[in-house]
């Protein structure tokens, strides 16, 4: 009986493998045989709008304003350096203010929010302390230049910012610390203590900011990052230990940073899964700690959340994890609401002075994404509303789609494409480099 049931056994799943090929082969000559996305498909879910004084108008605006109303977050999936996506964050804020939004979720580390926020007590001085801040801080890298706080070193991120501080929004810090804000965070540290505790460890605090110096030089000059250097740093982390001795406020700060190295530490180590694991993982206790705290009302606040389009998606993302935009859609889903999830990317943008349109090259990366770029314009903003085409393009599989462009209509509910982007304006002076 046993000879015989494993023959039935290895039969059956012979066939099993055998109809599974056979239904592979038949998806692939289908999917060959279809059509791919035309403008034709696109057209009766594709909107136009202009930003205009800070103000979405035109066709797609009004689109844009009766579907803000309908959802509790609204999750802004971005590339990063863009002068026009900062534009739009501007101009979002005031139409979901009325919406009754009144959070602002932000790609930053939860002490540099309360920098921000701090600097949001004066409207009229928000950009003129983001330059000095950033200038203050300022890290020279491999021809590149590292503010402390990511995505606030342009003019135009400042000008979002004061949007957010006229409508008395709340910021979150979501993410790790940046490597450029090490000694931005050691000197709040010392700032934070009493006087006392200021001449004890005025010392201590010189060193630790010599070590970040240090393994910093030593980052450049001879490729160990500096990552590693810290890490095992006693000037360091004695100062980390000493500053936090009966200062909540400071071992806030120390636990911040530590995390954030560990973080930076397992890139280095190439364990880049667990690197990312890591960074999701702090992401979401920073959003409990936040959901959960007295001033988050689950059932109906509502929050802005503009990150990076690999951290704000539903399902799985491209770094192989459930990220904070799935965690956002199933707590609203769970409380009765909506979440709208929106991935930007441009076709024409401006790259060493010269205008670059994706489709123009059949070979670059960006001409994956024609099937949706084929609608964009140079000189307006584009939106096309993915939902209602899921159905075609999952149930009845009625288009021959790149992977990259079925990801996105599993992942987000808009696409959107800016006119013609380039950079934004740096908000520092180089002067003030830290060697």
Same mark, same amino acid.
């Given at each position: 009986m046993k000879n015989c049931y494993k023959k039935v056994y290895l039969v059956t799943r012979l066939m099993s493998v055998l109809i599974m090929l056979f239904a592979l082969t038949a998806n692939s000559a289908l999917a060959q045989g279809k059509p791919e996305l035309t403008e034709k498909d696109l057209a009766d879910y594709t909107k136009y709008f202009d930003i205009k004084n800070g103000e979405f108008v035109g066709e797609g605006a009004n689109f844009l304003l009766s579907e803000f109303a309908k959802h509790q977050y609204v999750l802004m999936g971005e590339y990063h350096g863009s002068h026009?996506? =900062? @534009?739009?964050?501007?101009?979002?804020?005031?139409?979901?203010?009325? #919406?009754g939004f009144r959070y602002f979720g932000l790609e930053v580390g939860p002490v540099s929010s309360q920098i921000l926020t701090e600097m949001m007590a004066d409207t009229g001085k928000i =950009?003129?302390?983001? #330059? +000095?801040? %950033? &200038? $203050?801080?300022?890290? %020279?890298? +491999? #021809? $590149?230049?590292? /503010? !402390?706080? !990511?995505?606030? =070193?342009y003019m135009e991120d400042a000008e979002f910012l004061k949007e957010a501080a006229i409508a008395k929004w709340q910021l979150i810090g979501l993410d790790q610390e940046f490597m450029a804000g090490y000694t931005m965070l050691l000197d709040r540290m010392y700032q934070n203590l009493n006087d006392d505790a200021k001449r004890i460890l005025k010392d201590s605090h010189l060193k630790a900011v010599e070590a970040v110096r240090i393994a910093d030089s030593i980052d450049v000059a001879n490729g160990k990052r500096m990552y590693e250097t810290i890490n095992s740093s006693s000037p360091f982390n004695d100062f980390l230990t000493g500053a936090s001795k009966n200062n909540k406020k400071n071992q806030e700060i120390a636990e911040a940073l530590r995390i954030t190295n560990s973080i930076y530490l397992k890139g280095v180590q190439r364990k880049y899964y667990e690197q990312n694991s890591d960074r999701v993982t702090y992401m979401k206790q920073n959003l409990s700690n936040f959901l959960n705290s007295k001033s988050f009302d689950m059932s109906k606040d509502k929050m802005l959340l503009k990150m990076g389009a690999v951290h704000t *998606? $539903? *399902?799985? =993302? !491209?770094? &192989?994890?459930?990220?904070? *935009? %799935? /965690?956002?859609?199933? @707590?609203?889903e769970f409380n009765g609401n909506s979440s709208l999830h929106i991935n930007f990317n441009c076709r024409f943008y401006i790259d060493y002075g010269k205008e670059i349109d994706d489709l123009a090259d059949s070979t670059s990366y960006g001409y994956r994404f024609k099937g949706l770029f084929q609608m964009a314009k140079k000189d307006q903003w584009t939106v096309i509303d993915l939902r209602p085409l899921r159905s075609k393009v999952f149930y009845n599989r009625a288009f021959k789609l790149d992977e990259i462009i079925l990801e996105l209509f599993k992942n987000y509910d808009w696409f959107i494409m800016p006119p013609l982007d380039f950079d934004p304006v740096a908000n520092y002076d180089v002067k003030g480099i830290v060697k």
């Open positions: 026009q996506l =900062s @534009l739009f964050t501007q101009a979002i804020i005031p139409p979901l203010h009325k #919406n =950009s003129k302390k983001l #330059n +000095e801040l %950033n &200038s $203050r801080y300022l890290k %020279n890298a +491999e #021809n $590149r230049q590292f /503010t !402390p706080i !990511p995505f606030f =070193s *998606g $539903r *399902g799985f =993302s !491209p770094l &192989s994890l459930f990220e904070i *935009g %799935n /965690t956002l859609s199933e @707590l609203a």
